[in-house]
């Protein structure tokens, strides 16, 4: 099922359909999208609630399964794959949700070194080290051993994104991660995004309804009513 990387799309989507529920309750929330990601891309997608982007997002992460369509995610059928498989696609992403799903055992340095134990061959010295950088590199050097309770919203969603990007994931899917946090906040943490993406050539697929952060976007899509109907580039496509 798995090719060798060697494409410059690493997210192809074509007559992708997605239903919920069984028999009378069947309902059709995805119609016929057809979208393609490059590598090293941010792209934004917005729309109104409902429209299923959330849907959209987990099926491209393998959080949930594609029944109707093609959908590869780093020349991985993801359409018809086994749990195993989707648990196999899922090692290649890094994931940052609106409520940072932080455990609030840990501290934020074992909070981003859980994401690293997953991996073949580190050494525990290695993930500590790796954990401390990514720390740093989001400004939350001086906190490396505070519990989530202890930190601001912002400072919790920095977390999150050291947590996505320590395993240097090809792909980074984000849900709506500025939703909780304040305008000043909110910038910060795309842009420390942004930043770290760029630095390590990952693709970022970001759901938002915050018009603030549009402009971090290579390109931004819009969804309504399980459509995706504008396909555009930059915030120009939001400007029509
Ligand atoms: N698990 C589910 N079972 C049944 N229907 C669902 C399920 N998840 C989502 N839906 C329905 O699918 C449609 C798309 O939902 P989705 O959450 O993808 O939209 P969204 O654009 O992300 O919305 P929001 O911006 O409010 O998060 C909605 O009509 C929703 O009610």
Redesign the pocket.
Known sequence: METPYSSKSVISIENLDHY??KGQLC?Q?LFNINLTINAGEIVIMT??????????LTLVGGLRSAQSGSLQVLNRQLCGAKNGQLTQARRNNGYIFQAHNLHGSLTAIQNVRMALEVLPKISPSEMLERSQAMLQAVGLGERLNYYPDNLSGGQKQRVAIARALVSQPKIVLAD?PTAALDKQSGRDVVEIMQKLAKEQGCTILL?T?DNRILDIADRIVY?ED?HLIRNGVGTMAMNE
Not at 47 to 56: A, C, D, E, H
């Open positions: 919920f529920g309902k929330v729309g109104p609630s409902g429209s299923g982007k959330t849907t959209l709506e759901v309804h969804m399980g």
